[in-house]
C-alpha cells in the first residue's frame, strides 16, 4: 500500500510538472539590522489534482529522481526573471530575489550560457539574484557543479547554502564554494537555549561566519517568542510566518504598489 501510494504521488508529481502546473509564491526575508523585509524567496509550488498546492519539500527529491527538476529550476529562473523586470521591485527597498535550483541544473552543458542569456533577455542584473543550494546535494555532486557555480559568482550571482543544523553542511562547503549566506534553522537553533553548551557554540558559529563575511538567516521564526529570543543571537535575517506568510504573485504585487516592501 505505500508503495501504490508513492507511486500515485510521483505520478503526480510528474504530470503537474510536465503540464506546467506550477506557481511561485514569496516569502518575505526580514533583515535584523534594517528592521524591514531586504529580500524576497521565490519558491515553485505544485498544483495537485485536488487543487491544493504543493511545497518544495514535498516534491523535491522526487522531482530530482524523476529527472524533472531542471525543468522546474528553469521555471523559477524565468519567473524570477519576469518579477525583476516588470514589478516595481527595482524601486523597493528589496536588494534580491533568491530561488532555490536543483543542482541537477548545475550539471547541464550550456546552463551558465542560458542562465546569461535569460539575464540578459529581461534587462536584470544578476547581483539582483541570489540561489540558494541543497546542502546534501552539494556533498555528492561536489566536483561536478563547483566550475560552473564559480561562472555564476563570477557573473555577479551570490549563493546561499541551505539545511545548516541538520548535519549536511559543514565548513567544506563553505570553503569550497563562494557562499554569501547561510541558513540555520530556528526551530533547531530554540533548543540552544535550554543548554549553555549549545548556545555557547551557536554563537560561536555565527561569529565564525561574520568573520567570514558570510551572513547568517535563521528560517522558522514563526512565532513572537522566537522572533524575540533571537534577538540573543547576532543573525542578519529572518525568515518565518512571524515576520510574513507565504504571499501569492497578486499578494507580493500589491504590497509592492503600495510600497510595504
Known amino acids: 500500500e505505500c508503495r501504490r501510494a508513492y507511486n500515485r504521488l510521483q505520478e503526480e508529481i510528474f504530470t503537474a510538472v510536465k503540464e506546467e502546473r506550477m506557481e511561485m509564491l514569496f516569502q518575505p526575508v526580514y533583515s535584523v539590522k534594517r ?12 498544483k495537485k489534482n485536488n487543487g491544493t498546492l504543493m511545497g518544495p519539500h514535498e516534491y523535491g527529491v522526487i522531482a ?34 533568491e530561488i532555490p535550483l536543483s ?6 552543458k550550456g546552463f551558465v550560457a542560458e ?9 536584470v542584473k544578476a547581483t539582483r539574484i ?8 552539494l556533498i555528492e555532486k561536489h566536483n561536478i557543479v563547483a566550475g560552473n557555480i564559480l561562472k555564476l559568482y563570477d557573473m555577479g550571482v551570490r549563493f546561499s547554502l541551505d539545511d545548516y543544523g541538520y548535519g549536511q553542511a ?14 540555520m534553522n530556528g526551530r533547531i537553533i530554540n533548543g540552544s537555549f535550554e543548554n549553555n553548551k549549545t548556545m555557547h557554540v551557536t554563537k ?10 558570510i551572513n547568517v538567516a535563521i528560517a522558522g521564526i514563526d512565532t513572537k517568542d522566537l522572533f524575540e529570543k533571537m534577538q540573543e543571537l547576532d543573525a542578519d535575517l529572518y525568515v518565518g510566518e512571524y515576520v510574513s506568510g507565504l504571499l501569492t504573485a497578486k499578494e507580493f504585487l500589491q504590497m509592492l504598489e503600495r510600497k510595504e516592501l
Not at 522546474?72 to 516588470?86: I, P, R, S, T, W
Not at 542562465?115 to 534587462?123: G, P
Not at 559543514?170 to 541558513?183: A, E, S
Open 64 to 97: 530530482e529522481g524523476l529527472g524533472i527538476a531542471d525543468m522546474v529550476g528553469e521555471f523559477a529562473l524565468e519567473q524570477a526573471c519576469e518579477v525583476l523586470k516588470h514589478t516595481g521591485m527595482r524601486r523597493s527597498k528589496m536588494r534580491y530575489i
Open 35 to 46: 528592521k524591514q523585509i531586504h529580500a524576497v524567496e521565490a519558491l515553485v509550488y505544485l
Open 103 to 108: 543542482v541537477v541544473l548545475f550539471e547541464k
Open 115 to 123: 542562465f546569461q542569456q535569460k539575464l540578459e533577455e529581461y534587462d
Open 130 to 137: 541570489y540561489i540558494s543550494l541543497n546542502a546534501k546535494a
Open 204 to 213: 560561536s558559529t555565527i561569529t565564525m561566519l561574520h568573520e567570514l563575511a
Open 170 to 183: 559543514n565548513l567544506n562547503h563553505i570553503i569550497d564554494y563562494p557562499i554569501q549566506m547561510l541558513k
